[in-house]
């Protein structure tokens, strides 16, 4: 929907947000700020074991407790929860599988009684031996997580799950002969990488209200990313209809996946149901949110590559061992989204690609801002500096050798063109604002000081995650001023996403911004329907909804006025709530003369109210075929670069870093401050998990550092002297004003940008995420036994 | 339980309080005031930042009976007459916020140090609001906020 507009008078400004006024006063309403008539609250108990039978738990002295109005256990609960894979409990049934995990809950009338409840209900577990990684969820004699696998429901075009293993899903990508590109290369360089959980974070935890009413009417307000897809796996989970299940999401104070799918709405479902039907609140401690809602993934990436005498990569296998924890939620769908994308912005003739799911008694994994993508990026553009050294070529130079170019051809066999995205220009962007090769006199004389500036670019690209066939709807409404509601399922987790859309339909009508209002709640009763809110697809996919949802609307408005001013369609134009005769244009009738129904002197009515719908459909796109993974699996690729400096001691291994300039190639921005917001945001979020961020459990599988002191997140004091940001704006030639997906891009690589500009600072070679400067220091004591040789094999 | 007065942006209210009332519920729960969030309840991620007696304290770390008597200020009394403050319309300007879950502590942290500090540097802006957690902005759009707002940003 790209159309060279040179007149845009919206699209591309920085425009103050839509929804920042409520959010500045204090006006902004979120689900944990909610106040019902009759509500109770709920609390969980839940499992000290990562692994254990459940022999017997006794809820009787709760039951008894004055002001507990309900305990539920998992005995009484038969409903399964799942996204593409249906393999979770409400509550845990006869088997804890991870620490955290709930085992029973208790609803009363103040949390101070629920607590005291919890309290009361004894477990009597028989601990077993917990699966605690990777590798040893994949050796022959391990135990097997789930021996149901092969009783689940699934979503088999896309899944592959392995019943009697812990293999939740194996996705398979192959193109080419690998083999035989090894054969033909000089170098064969294969090395690991490894990445731990880390939490998303969102400061506010996962909360919902559900009141399960009179025949099966469920009313949720929940702090969920997507409405729809609460309501549509509720529907399956309890086998009602949709029709009966209502879900309205306020503001929500962040995401970043993890509240893409369902979380704890179908416990507090029943749990409202069990007393009797009265509105019951549930908010997520920060420590719940740590270990009995989802972190993101960990991974174990194992990456060989062979490269010709001059650098070319001829082939490349990749072997991706995601740790999904307990439950695959969407471990099983990073998974194969990775499965198309983990050789980033790098051609490779000949690729073989293995990614499994995986089982393990620790806290279960869902999406995560870059879906794979942060994990994947920390392997890889490491290991493209162990093939620019092994070469002995500089970094920059061997991606220019690799880097994507129109006539480059993905891992699933789609032809990268000139208009898919220009990681070239992204690259060479941020080495000049990084001064890559060389040194500034400031840098010169912190060197003189005996510490070290090191310098390196990283690249990145991801695609949005989602089903081939996925789709999204506008309706805009006529108000009898002229002015007009939009209404779509974005949720506003912060991206800035109603504001784009506001910006794009007052473009299209050519009326003030000031006068689309959008509706930030979500309300499946009310607003037109939406996959999800995730994937970075909400700004193309909703926009090209809206430019038609405009466009549908202005048809309505030009036929009223066509009749009104007695002249053909053709003939009219439209500007400042005016449609007007082209060649007479002070014949016109304004939007508000028609927006409820255009009124003649007499009486007679025309048109009628006017309503504007656009729906859009991802075009093009396929499932993979399952056993090659080839196919068209993305709807735009967004591309980019990030240029890193840091300045470490060669002592202590303590580290700053100093600047992150970012290049992404976003076909068209849409609004600055928001593209600059997202780009920081990610930015930030992503040296989170390069520098501190990551789960760290004992040996029993419980989690260690549940918290803020010992698991930080970035603070204001974590940020770089500098953050740049340069978009680069090659049309997407089917997006909104050629606009490409921005909220997840820039999370990528971040860390492994640090990672690569420590090795050029000083030499060390990390392999694993996060760096604390303890690691680094770590590393330098390490750099005497690297060895080349035990990386590369040469020909 | 103990009777407390408090007078919260300007309006004194006496109330029955348990002595166990964390100060942060009092005011979300029993007020209405819901601007303050509770974003970890251990005193680390700055979202139930108030004023307690004209210094910016974490409201999930005292309890309303130890604010008997004390003066308290919310995010709800930055704006006068339905007009914004000028440090709520630095943020508007900026974007310095995103999903607004820690905006009210944020807000608050600030305007402290603009009270103290009428032109504070980028790194005494960093350590005022260092436990203020933001996941979304990555802090830099709040900043130029309070740079802007402080007559500091060029233009």
């Known amino acids: 929907m790209y159309e060279n507009d040179k007149n845009l008078k919206f699209i591309g400004k920085d425009i103050p947000r839509k929804d920042t006024l409520a959010k500045i006063t204090g006006e902004a309403m979120y689900t944990t700020d909610m106040v019902l008539p009759g509500m109770l609250h709920a609390l969980v108990k839940v499992s000290p074991y990562a692994s254990a039978k459940i022999l017997s738990l006794d809820t009787s002295k709760a039951e008894a407790l004055p002001g507990v109005r309900g305990v539920l256990t998992g005995a009484e609960l038969d409903y399964k929860i799942g996204l593409y894979l249906v393999d979770k409990d409400v509550l845990a049934k006869k088997f804890v599988r991870h620490y955290g995990e709930g085992v029973a809950a208790v609803v009363a009338d103040d949390l101070k009684i629920a607590q005291n409840a919890i309290d009361l209900i004894e477990v009597k577990y028989e601990p077993m031996k917990p699966v605690l990684n990777v590798k040893d969820a994949l050796k022959k004699d391990a135990p097997v997580i789930h021996p149901d696998l092969g009783s689940y429901d699934y979503f ?324 009898e001023d002229g002015t007009v509601n939009a209404n779509l399922t974005l949720t506003e987790i912060g991206q800035g996403a109603y504001t784009a859309i506001a910006q794009i339909v007052a473009e299209r009508l050519r009326i003030p911004y000031d006068d689309v209002n959008v509706t930030i709640y979500c309300d499946t009763e009310h607003d037109p329907y939406d996959w999800q809110t995730v994937a970075s697809k909400g700004l193309f996919m909703s926009g090209n909804a809206s430019i038609k949802a405009a466009d549908d609307l202005l048809e309505r408005v030009y036929k009223v006025a066509s009749e009104v001013l007695r002249c053909d369609v053709i003939d009219l134009d439209h500007q400042d709530g005016k449609v007007f005769i082209k060649h007479h244009p002070k014949s016109f009738v304004t939007f508000a003369q028609v927006a409820v129904g255009y009124a003649y002197p007499n009486g007679n009515g025309v048109g009628g109210p006017i309503l504007g719908v656009g729906s859009y459909i991802a075009q093009g796109l396929t499932n993979l075929e399952k056993t090659t993974g080839q196919g068209y699996p993305a709807l735009d690729w967004t591309m980019g670069a990030h240029g890193v400096i840091v300045e470490a001691d060669p002592e202590s291994g303590e580290y700053t870093i100093k600047k992150i300039a970012t290049a992404m190639d976003l076909g068209k921005v849409i609004n600055l401050g928001c593209a600059k917001g997202q780009t920081f945001g990610a930015v930030v979020q992503g040296m989170g998990t390069g520098v501190c961020e990551g789960y760290i459990y004992d040996d029993q599988g419980k989690l260690m550092n549940p918290n803020f002191t010992d698991n930080k997140i970035p603070t204001s004091k974590d940020v770089p002297e500098s953050l740049e940001f340069y978009p680069i704006e090659t049309p997407q030639i089917d997006g909104p004003y050629g606009a490409r997906g921005i909220g997840e891009p820039p999370m990528v690589s971040v860390a492994s940008g640090i990672g690569n500009a420590l090795k050029d600072a000083l030499g060390v070679e990390l392999l694993n995420l996060p760096i604390r400067s303890e690691d680094v220091w770590r590393a330098i004591a390490d750099k005497e036994n690297f060895n080349l040789k035990d990386y590369v094999t040469k020909k | 339980m103990k009777k407390i007065s408090i007078k919260v942006n300007g309006e004194m209210y006496v109330r029955e309080v348990a002595d166990s009332r964390i100060l942060l519920h009092f005011l979300r729960e029993d007020l209405g005031l819901t601007a303050a969030k509770e974003g970890c309840g251990a005193g680390e991620c700055g979202a139930c930042t108030i004023f307690l007696n004209g210094r910016v304290v974490n409201s999930c770390l005292v309890l309303a009976a130890e604010a008997d008597g004390s003066e308290i200020v919310t995010l709800e009394n930055e704006s006068k007459d339905g007009s914004l403050s000028d440090l709520q319309k630095f943020f508007q300007k900026h974007q310095a916020v995103q999903c607004g879950y820690c905006t009210a502590g944020m807000i608050m942290s600030v305007k402290e140090l603009l009270l103290r500090n009428a032109k504070p540097s980028v790194e005494q802006i960093k350590d005022q609001i260092e436990g203020n957690f933001c996941r979304c902005t990555g802090y830099s759009q709040i900043i130029d906020a309070v740079l802007d707002a402080s007559g500091q940003l060029d233009k």
């Open chain 1, 156 to 479: 088999e075009p896309c899944f592959t799950p392995k019943p009697g293993t812990n293999i939740a899903n194996h996705t398979k990508t192959r193109k080419g002969d690998v083999e035989k590109a090894f054969a033909n290369s000089d170098y064969i360089v294969e090395r690991e990488y490894t990445n731990p959980a880390v939490q998303h974070v969102p400061m506010e935890t996962h909360a919902a209200i559900v009141q399960w009413k009179v025949d099966n009417n469920i009313q949720i307000w929940s702090s969920a990313q997507s409405a729809f897809t609460v309501r549509n796996l509720m529907a399956n989970s309890f086998k009602l209809p949709h029709s009966k299940i209502k879900v309205t999401i306020p503001n929500v104070g962040g995401g970043f996946g993890g509240k893409a799918g369902v979380g704890i709405e179908p416990l507090v479902a029943c749990l409202s149901r069990k007393a009797g039907g009265r509105p019951v609140k549930f908010v997520a401690s920060r420590e719940e949110e740590f270990y009995m809602l989802p972190r993101r993934t960990g991974l174990v990436y194992n990456i060989k590559t062979g490269l010709s005498k001059e650098g070319k990569i001829l082939g490349q296998k990749m072997s991706l061992y995601w740790d999904a924890g307990a439950y695959a939620d969407y471990a099983v769908n990073v998974t194969r989204a990775t499965g198309y994308s983990a050789n980033g912005p790098y051609h490779i003739p000949d690729a073989w690609l293995d990614g499994y799911t995986i089982y393990t008694n620790l806290p279960y994994s869902t999406a995560y801002r870059g879906f794979g993508h942060v994990e994947f990026s920390w392997g890889l553009e490491r290991h493209m500096d162990l093939c620019a050294q092994t070469m002995g070529i500089d970094p920059y130079e061997f991606r220019k050798l690799n880097m994507y170019k129109p006539g480059s051809t993905t891992i699933t066999g789609e032809e990268i063109t000139a208009d898919s995205g220009n990681v070239r220009k992204c690259v060479e962007t941020v080495k000049e604002a990084i001064g890559y090769g060389t040194l500034t006199a400031e840098e010169k004389q912190i060197e003189a000081k005996g510490k070290k500036i090191g310098k390196a670019m990283v690249t990145f690209k991801k695609a949005p995650a989602m089903p081939a066939f996925t789709g999204s709807t506008t309706t805009i409404r006529m108000n």
